[in-house]
């Protein structure tokens, strides 16, 4: 918690300089994702419960039972849907800023790129003077510059100075993340895993009967869906990040090949990159796997080759 605290504080530090004009709708966004997610899982749920409750109990018998013996079961499911939107809206949340750092280093112009040229898009950065985070962040000033700014806007080596300081912010929050929480996501991987082997094994397990039962393959396939949105969920964010990085590493050369620029600024990018080089945007379990796009063909890969081999050890 400690930790996740750190983590809090410093997207404070960078919102105090780069605002985020879209707020609102960022929110309201997310309060669509989170509202449809449990509403899609809150559907299976009852479906699921409805079919087995109905093969469990036939004759009309109550169902009781059966739900109360595997509440304790649903109820985990829901944690563990908590758990990956909270992950999800972390990761998110560093996309947006890692987003906000790169359209700061958008060239106005890159045909005519003389020294006035060489400026950030938004208007913030020569706005904020150092001497007001002074006073309210004393204890951090360690983070930023150590000398107060004149009240006059910074110059274009100083703006690329403080990015990289806000980069390293959100890099920090990245370890603590790939630390921590990734832990506990490497358990819900394993699960998707799992189930995306066991649920299409029953699924085409049941097809091939001679008399298949119509609801139970409904439901595999609505579970197949559930389980296969439960990865997106966590995959697409840090997918999402890991372009935002690379994006900035290809801004930053779009700077070193600017002409006419003064020696300081063509310093302060070259630092950047260089510091960008050795400090990559990415997220994994650990160190044990890396959560991108290409984790989904991974299991894709795992999920079929083990079906073939349920099905060859089956001699029913």
């Known amino acids: 918690m400690r930790r996740f605290g750190d983590i809090l504080r410093n997207f404070n530090k960078i919102d105090s300089i780069l605002a ?106 020569d706005n904020f003077h150092l001497e007001s985070l002074w006073h309210r962040q004393h204890q951090d000033s360690k983070i930023f510059f150590k000398i107060r700014m004149p009240e006059s806007s910074f110059t274009n080596a100083q703006r690329i100075k403080i990015l990289r300081k806000l980069h390293k912010l959100l890099n920090y929050g990245v370890d603590i993340i790939n630390g921590t929480i990734a832990n506990g996501i490497m358990l819900i991987m394993l699960s998707c895993l799992v189930h995306l082997i066991v649920t299409p094994y029953f699924l085409v397990a049941e097809l091939i009967k001679e008399k298949s039962n119509i609801l139970f393959i409904f439901l595999q396939i609505f579970w197949i869906i559930t389980h296969t949105c439960r990865l997106l969920i966590i995959v697409e964010p840090c997918q999402a990040c890991s372009l935002e990085g690379q994006r900035t590493n290809m801004l930053l050369c779009d700077l070193l090949l600017l002409n006419n620029t003064d020696d300081e600024f063509e310093k302060a990018v070259k630092s950047f990159s260089l510091y960008l080089s050795q400090n990559h945007i990415r997220f994994s379990c650990s160190g044990l796997f890396t959560i991108d796009r290409s984790l989904i063909t991974s299991i894709a890969g795992s999920v079929t080759t083990y079906i073939v081999i349920l099905f060859q050890f089956n001699n029913n």
């Open 20 to 125: 985020e004009p879209n707020l609102k709708k960022y929110r309201r966004q997310s309060i669509r994702l989170i509202l449809a997610v449990y509403c899609l899982f809150t559907s299976v749920m009852i479906f699921d419960i409805f079919y087995w409750t109905r093969s469990s109990c036939p004759g009309g018998k109550s169902g009781s039972h059966y739900i109360l013996d595997y509440c304790g079961f649903y109820f985990l499911y829901y944690i563990m849907i908590t758990l990956e939107l909270y992950f999800s809206h972390l990761v998110y949340s560093i996309h947006m800023k890692l987003f906000l750092i790169n359209e700061y280093l958008v060239i106005s112009d890159l045909r005519n790129n003389l020294k006035n040229n060489i400026i950030m898009v938004n208007s913030q950065i």
